[in-house]
């Protein structure tokens, strides 16, 4: 009897034990991810910390914004100076072609929600992207995703990598001021962008890809874009912390999508948004279709990239990709079962 009370504590501690790895705790708790720029595209990663989703998953997430495009924050990842990215799904193909392994775990975007537009004082002499011919035509930044679709949309419409003279001008505002200065022709760019040039009829989309059909008319299908990617590396070492991202960027995905407008214009932060609320409704009704409803990647979808890119970079397409190596849908799929 006595070595029996002896052993309650100790079989009380290993239940305990038990009970604690089966709850899972976050094996890295205090995270940085990584976004180019502010655009509507990248908003919930953003929102979430606002939100508190990610405290109440007990993550502790500092967002690094680089204001530079995609391209600057894949390098942060790679480089090893953030633990995640929140950017364009097509990068984990493009490392993948570099040898890199780099995973999507969740789907911001189903669709790209990027424009391609001319100067409005333009838009009678260029209505295709052929008569995009001699003109100069603004990116984020070299290698970043808009680079990516603004050479391809080129090349389909029968023009030659020098046919266009292709220009870093930054993300957001910058991009927008280099349009209406007339230091460049054209631009590609998205959200709150693409509305502020509307109201100001200052360009004329040649593809319009927030919506689907635009989707299809620029990239000959649904272009998943905005998403968190890790490193391989990082996902296997900590896959408990991944899940608890997937799941707080699932409960904000949740929280966009069943808010009235008016509430989710004034929940977003302010880099996100102009200062005139009416125009922020504007954009959001124009744009809130982005937002994926379950964060999970649609193999039909991801293959859509992949032909993009392997059109435009030689590289990519002797490469022989694994497309169910640059993306997982278990953590968004058991976000889902955990916020039943």
Not at 31 to 56: D, R, T
Request: hydrophobic share 45%.
């Amino acid at each position: 009897m006595r070595v029996f009370t002896r052993l309650i504590p100790a079989i009380s501690a290993i239940c305990l034990s038990v009970l604690s790895a089966q709850a899972g705790e976050p094996e890295k708790a205090k995270l940085k991810i990584a976004v180019g720029s502010q655009i509507l595209n990248y908003m919930p990663l953003e929102l979430g910390v606002k939100l508190g989703m990610f405290k109440e998953e007990g993550l502790d997430v500092t967002v690094e914004n680089f204001q530079a495009g995609g391209s600057k924050a894949l390098q942060a990842l790679i480089g090893g100076s953030v633990d995640g990215t929140v950017g364009f799904y097509d990068h984990t193909i493009q490392m993948q072609a570099q040898g890199k392994e780099i995973s999507c775990v969740f789907l911001l975007n189903d669709i790209p929600g990027v424009l391609l537009g001319v100067r409005s004082d333009l838009a009678d002499k260029v209505k295709t992207g052929a008569d995009l011919k001699g003109l100069k035509l603004g990116i984020t930044a070299p290698g970043s995703s808009t680079d990516t679709m603004a050479r391809y949309y080129i090349k389909k419409a029968g023009l030659g990598p020098r046919d266009v003279n292709i220009i870093a001008v930054g993300s957001g505002a910058p991009g927008m001021v280099a349009l209406e200065a007339k230091n460049i022709d054209a631009l590609v760019y998205f959200d709150p962008v693409a509305t502020l040039l509307a109201r100001k009829n200052s360009a004329i989309p040649l593809f319009d890809a927030r919506k689907i059909e635009g989707s299809k008319q620029a990239f000959g299908g649904i272009y998943p874009t905005a998403c968190l990617y890790l490193q391989q590396s990082f996902i296997d070492k900590n896959p408990e912390t991944v899940q608890r991202l997937v799941t707080a960027l699932l409960r904000t995905h949740r929280w966009i999508n069943s808010v009235p407008t008016e509430q989710l214009v004034d929940a977003i932060p302010a880099g996100y948004k102009t200062d005139n609320r009416d125009v922020n409704i504007e954009i959001l009704k124009a744009s809130k279709a982005l937002f994926s409803q379950t964060g999970q990647m649609d193999v039909e979808a991801a293959k859509v990239p992949l032909a993009v890119l392997s059109d435009y970079d030689p590289k990519i397409a002797a490469a022989k990709i694994d497309l169910t190596k640059t993306f997982t849908n278990r953590f968004a799929t058991r976000a889902a079962e955990l916020l039943k």
